[in-house]
């Protein structure tokens, strides 16, 4: 059975890291990655907290969201990062966080325009996708995810949290810490009932994401 300590690894540290950063706590969200040339999936168990998990922990699944290796249960959101991985074959990783700031300008309706740097590099400048309020862990729902984030490199999930896709487990965290920094300056910047907030310039924007391409941060999935 195909196996990579070294991505185990990475996704509990991942998972510590969003954690300390405010993105999920306990044993919120979850984070997988696929094993390269393989149609194996590494994620992380359902229902553990992160300050306890260790790289052993992590779950195998193959792409119909079977168990094939691990004594725990793999997380309940299985299903939608199975259903990404079939969908996108170059995508490598998924991490689903419950950042604060996102979540609450989405259950505002208020969508996080590109105002800060980061958000236009990691994003390629095409912000983030909205998924409809639905129960999540079920087939269903990730039929639901996967249509909302069509090309987009991530999508919120309207009253839960942010689902980030990457090259690796380091690239699709990144967007998701983007994001996060983009809708708390955005949140912020509003509570000033100062107007509304200036974004790059359109302009501006393309060399950004002209270079992001260049630099490889932005890849089609």
Partial sequence: ?????????????????????????????????????????????????????QPDDVVTVDLESRRVRGVLQPSSETPIHVLTYRTHPAVGACVHVEPPYVNTLYVLNREIPNVLGNFVYLFGGRGLAVA??????????????????????GVVWKNHGLFCVGQDVGHALNRCIAAEQAARVYYMALALRAGEPDQIPADVQTEMVETARAMGWVRPI
Avoid: W
Wanted: net charge negative; charged share 20%; aromatic share 6%.
């Fill in 1 to 53: 059975m195909p196996d990579d300590p070294t991505m185990r690894r990475a996704i509990v540290e991942a998972a510590k890291l969003a954690e300390r950063l405010g993105l999920m706590s306990y044993a919120q969200g979850n984070i997988s990655a696929r094993i390269p040339g393989t149609e194996y999936v590494l994620i992380t168990p359902t229902g553990m907290p992160y300050a306890e998990m």
């Fill in 132 to 153: 409809p309020c639905a129960r999540s862990g079920t087939d269903e729902f990730a039929q639901i995810s996967v249509r909302a984030m069509g090309d987009h490199f």
